[in-house]
């Protein structure tokens, strides 16, 4: 299942029912409070303070800013960029 996490900021809900319905899950609406779910959790992986923050949009486009860093990005997951519809971005 592939999907945008900009489309999960923006619209939670209905990004979730889409996923849920492409893997044939139940949606339900307990899945938008994640921070409750997994606060109630033992968490032992290296982004479990991650795990219980709020969606966020800090990370939204993030990796325009590492394309000088990244010169083979493109070759590598540009079918990727292409079939999620981020704006192309030159990696060179």
Do not use: C
Not at 34 to 59: D, F, L, M, N, W
């Amino acid at each position: 299942v592939a999907y945008k996490y900009e489309n999960l900021v923006q619209d939670k809900a209905n990004t979730l029912k889409e996923i849920t319905n492409q893997l044939g899950l139940e949606y339900s609406d307990i899945m938008l409070d994640h921070v409750k779910t997994a606060r109630g959790r033992y968490i032992k992986t290296p982004s479990a303070e991650q795990v219980v923050k709020e969606t966020y949009t800090s990370a939204v486009y993030l990796f325009e800013g590492y394309s000088e860093l990244l010169p083979d990005l493109d070759g590598m997951l540009g079918k990727w960029v292409r079939r999620l519809g981020y704006p192309r971005v030159s990696f060179k």
